[in-house]
């Protein structure tokens, strides 16, 4: 966020009776409440995918080493199902179906699962209700140009990393948070 949207969160939460504001960086808030110690010499990595933005941070001391934000998350997860669906089935699915698609067989990683759902929409040729069949390879093709982008954030803020710091990640692993998390593969 901005500085003037920083003050602006402040100044609500006083207005609002706080006595104390704190505003800290989301991968911070998001790696103490994963349950992780962060105050600790060693390097942790946190992948925050929620709705509007995935968050990509190392932090060691109670700070963050590197770190990178993007615009791709759940939302445009949804977006892509909904583009992928429209395209290949000529189907016009809302955002609640594109977001239950994603939540019940919506995969990151090709062969991680083998099933289907029916989804139902506007048949683009005819104008009538249809239901068609959509598979987790389907989801998979659909998402892999944004979860290859999010994979490419990773990516980048590890090559930014110490590299005693970044043996930390390689030996403890990422923790993921947000919505986005629950994506299988």
């Given at each position: ?32 409440g994963?349950?992780?110690?962060i ?136 923790v ?10």
């Amino acid at each position: 966020i901005t500085s003037v949207e920083r003050n602006a969160i402040r100044d609500a939460a006083y207005r609002a009776g706080a006595k104390k504001v704190y505003i800290e960086e989301e991968p911070k808030v998001a790696a103490v409440g994963a349950g992780l110690d962060i105050g600790k010499p060693s390097g942790c990595m946190v992948l925050d995918i929620g709705g509007g933005t995935t968050d990509v941070a190392v932090i060691s001391l109670g700070e963050i080493v590197s770190s990178t934000s993007l615009k791709i998350a759940g939302d445009t997860l949804d977006r892509d199902i909904i583009k992928f669906v429209k395209e290949n089935k000529k189907l016009l699915i809302g955002d609640r179906t594109a977001e239950e698609v994603k939540k019940q067989i919506g995969t990151a990683w090709k062969g991680s699962m083998h099933e289907t759902i029916e989804v139902s929409g506007r048949d683009l040729v005819t104008g009538l209700p249809k239901t068609v069949k959509v598979s987790s390879e389907e989801t998979e093709e659909a998402l892999r140009e944004a979860t290859l982008q999010i994979v490419e954030a990773v990516h980048s803020v590890l090559e930014k990393t110490p590299p005693e710091l970044a043996a930390d990640v390689a030996d403890r692993g990422i923790v993921l948070t947000g919505g986005g998390s629950l994506l299988r593969g």
